[in-house]
């Protein structure tokens, strides 16, 4: 008995600085580390929800910019940072989910060296096709690939991409032969699709609203899990594709790995709370992107599934790493 009491205040001893330190962060400025472009649609959202979290939290939320190598910069500063709280990062699948089937090599494990926080939040991304292709909807679509292999083409921001991934599931659930062109950029291959140059593509709802209000382009399928409030008549890919599900496209709040759990639990309070008060939710919605909350149990195991998904259709369509 005597020794289970002491062991009992044992674990309460230790148990109490992490509690305290939870209690006591923030007491200075947080990094807030991002693959994003200034100025890109990723950085506008994570600026948006970094203004509320430095208010609820009651310290300032600076994002630092650190693109390049599809994400890979911005996830190494984070994986070699302290875990203390004070740097975090607004990742995207790419590095976490991604990279682990289509890089050669990682300077991290993607699923043991970062501590996955919550999901701040998604796009809503869809399948858009010229005015002249031959389809109203993605079951047409579907249907005239398979009477006319080859001859329908469709538009992703890059070998790997979500939008690749996205288009290479459709094919391996449907067998229709769609053709798949990569693209440096999202405004480069909506650009074509617009002047007719390629016939479909996937995008951001947010660039096109307008083009599909003035005619220009017309909605084919929401790549989402639920249809868009903007074009409800729209189906959603899984809604035409039985077993389709959408391939990661989130943005991601993480921190290095080897944070307090308690530390871990306080950031995930403040960043649901954050992105849900009602004006920076509208702000956010108004980007393109939807609020997502999520526990950070419930993000390590989409984390997970997700990182499945994407090796099933890699593992598909033959996509090779890239580097």
Sequence with gaps: MRRLLWWLA??????????????????????????????????????IFAGSLGQVMGQPVV???????????????LFRSAPDGYTLGGLSPNTQVVRVHLAKSNPF????????IGIISDPTIVLIAHPSVPAKDLKELIEYAKLNPGKIS????????????????????????????PYKGLFESLKDVVSGQIATGFNLSGPVAPLVKSGKVKVLAIINTSRSALWPEVPTASEVVPGFEPAPSWTGLFGPAGMPVALVRRINADAVKAANIPEVKAKI???????????PEEFAARLKREIDLVGKIVKSAGIEPTE
Excluded at 21 to 26: C, D, F, H, I, L
Excluded at 27 to 41: D, M, N, V, W, Y
Excluded at 64 to 77: C, I, M, S
Excluded at 287 to 295: L, Y
Aim: glycine share 14%.
């Design 109 to 116: 494990d993607p699923q043991k060296d970062f501590t996955p």
């Design 63 to 77: 994002i630092e910019n650190r693109g390049g190598a599809g994400g890979l910069v911005a996830a190494e500063a």
């Design 154 to 181: 469709y538009a992703s921001s890059g070998i790997g991409s979500q939008h690749h991934l996205s288009g290479e599931q459709i094919k391996m659930l449907t067998g229709a032969q769609i053709v798949h062109v």
């Design 10 to 47: 044992l674990c309460g001893f230790f148990a109490l600085p992490q509690a305290g330190w939870a209690q006591s962060y923030p007491s200075k400025p947080i990094r807030l580390i991002t693959e994003f472009l200034a100025g890109s649609g990723g950085d506008t959202l994570l600026r």
């Design 285 to 295: 919605n108004e980007t393109g992107f939807n609020v997502i909350n999520s526990t």
